[in-house]
């Protein structure tokens, strides 16, 4: 998969759904530090949430999305910050204008609202490789004086510190998904496979105009007129 080395501030999470699916970030300066940390959450802080199980149970929680574990994190009853326990058993969480479907062991965040077939995206920061002459374990990345991972309080942006000179890789994700909530890479193949009765309308389409797999704009411009068929 290529990578691109550009500036952290162009690498935000917020900007990047229309951008290429990874890119690659040294961040070794403060502000790049508190860029990465800013985006390490899909929230600033935790917020109220619904969480629908495959059995239709559904309750309310305070909660947020974290890149680097690839997993949403909730406060329980007693205040202690923990993923939750058994994705597998999530049919979609609900925050805010937003909706994620648990698939393929990560979040999907649904970002078209057609009627048959949407888009969707899978974002993740992961780690790549340690500063020099480190021990070659994984950065020290600190919420609140605690690993991250393992932290028993709310976890916000502003309290999060990450070792410098780290390299952090940005990865966006993209998946479709029909009524049947069945996700396939957003790929020509996958496409051309799911829908052959259309495969000679997408082809005319996709030379009329541009279509980049990773970028979620021309993505909505395709699915908009597949949906239309």
């Given at each position: 998969?290529?990578?691109?080395?550009?500036?952290?501030?162009l690498?935000?999470?917020?900007?990047?759904?229309?951008?290429?699916?990874?890119?690659?970030?040294?961040?070794?300066?403060?502000?790049?530090?508190?860029?990465?940390?800013?985006?390490?959450?899909?929230?600033?802080s935790?917020?109220?949430?619904?969480?629908?199980?495959?059995?239709?149970?559904?309750?309310?929680?305070?909660?947020?999305?974290?890149?680097?574990?690839?997993?949403?994190?909730?406060?329980?009853?007693?205040?202690?910050?923990?993923?939750?326990?058994?994705?597998?058993?999530i049919?979609?969480?609900?925050?805010?204008?937003?909706?994620?479907?648990?698939?393929?062991?990560?979040?999907?965040?649904?970002?078209?609202?057609?009627?048959?077939?949407?888009?969707?995206?899978?974002?993740?920061?992961?780690?790549?490789?340690?500063?020099?002459?480190?021990?070659?374990?994984?950065p020290?990345?600190?919420?609140?004086?605690?690993?991250?991972?393992?932290?028993?309080?709310?976890?916000?942006?502003?309290?999060?510190?990450?070792?410098?000179?780290?390299?952090?890789?940005?990865?966006?994700?993209?998946?479709?998904?029909?009524?049947?909530?069945?996700?396939?890479?957003?790929?020509?193949?996958?496409?051309?496979?799911?829908?052959p009765?259309?495969?000679?309308?997408?082809?005319?389409?996709?030379?009329?105009?541009?279509?980049?797999?990773?970028?979620?704009?021309?993505?909505?411009?395709?699915?908009?007129?597949?949906?239309?068929?």
């Open positions: 998969m290529r990578l691109f080395s550009i500036s952290l501030v690498l935000f999470f917020y900007c990047q759904l229309c951008a290429q699916n990874s890119s690659q970030a040294n961040v070794g300066s403060d502000e790049n530090l508190k860029e990465l940390a800013h985006n390490i959450f899909e929230y600033p935790f917020v109220e949430g619904i969480i629908i199980l495959k059995d239709s149970s559904k309750y309310v929680a305070k909660l947020n999305y974290n890149r680097i574990l690839g997993k949403f994190l909730v406060i329980d009853r007693i205040g202690n910050t923990r993923p939750f326990a058994d994705p597998d058993k049919d979609k969480i609900i925050v805010k204008a937003d909706t994620f479907y648990y698939s393929k062991n990560g979040f999907m965040q649904k970002l078209t609202h057609f009627v048959n077939i949407n888009l969707y995206v899978n974002q993740t920061i992961s780690y790549v490789e340690k500063p020099k002459g480190g021990d070659g374990s994984t020290v990345i600190i919420s609140n004086g605690s690993k991250l991972a393992y932290s028993f309080e709310e976890s916000k942006s502003e309290n999060i510190s990450i070792e410098k000179n780290s390299v952090f890789r940005f990865i966006n994700e993209y998946f479709i998904a029909d009524k049947s909530m069945t996700f396939y890479e957003a790929e020509k193949k996958n496409l051309y496979d799911r829908y009765m259309f495969k000679d309308k997408l082809k005319s389409f996709m030379r009329e105009h541009t279509v980049n797999f990773n970028n979620a704009a021309q993505m909505e411009k395709l699915l908009e007129y597949l949906n239309g068929l």
